[in-house]
Antibody, heavy 117, light 111 residues
Framework: EVQLVESGGGLIQPGGSLRLSCAASGFTVSSNYMSWVRQAPGKGLEWVSVIYSGGSTYYADSVKGRFTISRDNSKNTLYLQMNSLRAEDTAVYYCARAAVSRAFDPWGQGTLVTVSS | QSALTQPRSVSGSPGQSVTISCTGT?????????VSWYQQHPGKAPKLMIYDVSKRPSGVPDRFSGSKSGNTASLTISGLQAEDEADYYC???????????FGGGTKLTVL
């Protein structure tokens, strides 16, 4: 079964750092485009970052320079390192596979990040 | 403000059809046949319902269909059922600078 399981969310003070993990099963992370998408409380979806199978990484302007996407091929796991966190980064963060069709499927269950003092 | 424009809410009675629109620009919806639609129930992760404008993943009922004309994509749900009540989001690939843009979401109420 193809599955994604996120972890690492929590309450963090403004300016702090957090690393999210996304463990994949049923497929190989390094052979796919993998993304992070977030959803602020009561709001819509926002694309955050992608790592291509070749290793290239890209970010939304709102997180560029603060967030870093990476993967560990031996653990078949995707990561999102989040630095200099702001209140507006508060959201549920989902990892998702971005298929060749540029559609996101499947999605993980999400992990909540709350940035507050 | 979301990049793609969707109506905030739509409603229909069981058995009826509803259509949700998603308006973008020539840089996203109009420029690529990479429009996808997602269903999200409260407290749950989004689920892919339509990809490549009009294709359905395995397991998605054929009551769900997608189309596109110019810069506007549409999701039509026919034969509405109670379990279709959810939020629906459109998404478009937007090239190698912006990458992906989402709509603000539409709340579907089954009356």
């Amino acid at each position: 079964e193809v599955q994604l399981v996120e972890s690492g969310g929590g309450l963090i003070q403004p300016g702090g750092s957090l690393r999210l993990s996304c463990a994949a099963s049923g497929f190989t992370v390094s052979s796919n485009y993998m993304s992070w998408v977030r959803q602020a409380p009561g709001k819509g979806l926002e694309w955050v970052s992608v790592i291509y199978s070749g290793g290239s990484t890209y970010y939304a302007d709102s997180v560029k320079g603060r967030f870093t996407i990476s993967r560990d091929n031996s653990k078949n796991t995707l990561y999102l390192q989040m630095n200099s966190l702001r209140a507006e980064d508060t959201a549920v963060y989902y990892c998702a596979r971005a298929a060749v069709s540029r559609a996101f499927d499947p999605w993980g269950q999400g992990t909540l990040v709350t940035v507050s003092s | 403000q979301s990049a793609l424009t969707q109506p905030r809410s739509v409603s229909g009675s069981p058995g009826q059809s509803v259509t949700i629109s998603c308006t973008g620009t020539s840089s996203d919806v109009g420029g690529y046949n990479y429009v996808s639609w997602y269903q999200q129930h409260p407290g749950k992760a989004p689920k892919l319902m339509i990809y490549d404008v009009s294709k359905r993943p395995s397991g998605v009922p054929d009551r769900f269909s997608g189309s596109k004309s110019g810069n506007t994509a549409s999701l039509t749900i026919s034969g509405l059922q109670a379990e279709d009540e959810a939020d629906y989001y459109c998404c478009s690939y937007a090239g190698s600078y912006t990458f992906w843009v989402f709509g603000g979401g539409t709340k579907l109420t089954v009356l």
